[in-house]
T-cell receptor
Framework: EAGVVQSPRYKIIEKKQPVAFWCNPI?????LYWYRQNLGQGPELLIR????????DSQLPKDRFSAERLKGVDSTLKIQPAELGDSAVYLC????????????FGQGTRLTVV | AQSVTQPDIHITVSEGASLELRCNYS??????LFWYVQSPGQGLQLLLK??????LVQGIKGFEAEFKRSQSSFNLRKPSVHWSDAAEYFC??????????????FGTGTRLQVTL
């Protein structure tokens, strides 16, 4: 069974440019998470979806970040415009919607803003 | 709100030596607890998890962890470390939410270096 798939793996952009990350969760997983991991830090939740509904987006900087999960499967996270401080690894994870289950992570997208 | 503290930023052990990584959490009830490992350039892989029941849980790669409610701790242990265990280790707390997957909060991680 395929795991969580993210693309691209790496992205280098100039500041003020837009960027988008894509995530395909494990089949049958209704819950999808986007995390941001700064260098030397643990992942921090940006947004959590249950099916196509964003149930927790309190940590998403809504002035420049947006996310969508059409049809409750794939998800896209967008930054527009990117700032130097957005350089980080963006991790996508998925799980079933039961509380007592773990999240499975993709390999992440490493974003460098120059 | 829940929080996780990993007091050791960096630990170095010799191959074959025992290992203990510390994790303390803050939450009003018993949370779900996880340990993940991250190798360079990779995502996070689950080592083990605690939801309820036996407070000593076994995981993959010979790791185990013990939940101690009185100390709000969930320390990770391995009796004999291998060079391939060098990685970043993250403790995470999952807060149960009604009808949905739990909300995960991660610690800042402990980087393990293994000397030969």
């Amino acid at each position: 069974e395929a795991g969580v798939v993210q693309s691209p793996r790496y992205k280098i952009i100039e500041k003020k440019q837009p960027v988008a990350f894509w995530c395909n969760p494990i089949s049958g997983h209704n819950t999808l998470y986007w995390y941001r991991q700064n260098l030397g830090q643990g992942p921090e939740l940006l947004i959590r979806y249950e099916n196509e509904e964003a149930v927790d987006d309190s940590q998403l900087p809504k002035d420049r970040f947006s996310a969508e999960r059409l049809k409750g499967v794939d998800s896209t996270l967008k930054i527009q415009p990117a700032e130097l401080g957005d350089s980080a690894v963006y991790l996508c994870a998925s799980s079933t919607d039961r509380g007592n289950t773990e999240a499975f992570f993709g390999q992440g997208t490493r974003l460098t803003v120059v | 709100a829940q929080s996780v503290t990993q007091p050791d930023i960096h630990i170095t052990v010799s191959e074959g030596a025992s290992l203990e990584l510390r994790c303390n959490y803050s939450y009003g009830a018993t949370p779900y607890l996880f340990w993940y490992v991250q190798s360079p350039g990779q995502g996070l892989q689950l080592l083990l998890k605690y939801f309820s029941g036996d407070t000593l849980v076994q995981g993959i790669k010979g790791f185990e962890a013990e939940f101690k409610r009185s100390q709000s701790s969930f320390n990770l242990r391995k009796p004999s470390v291998h060079w391939s265990d060098a990685a970043e280790y993250f403790c995470a707390v999952g807060v149960p939410t009604t009808g949905t997957a739990s909300k995960l909060t991660f610690g800042t991680g402990t980087r393990l270096q293994v000397t030969l």
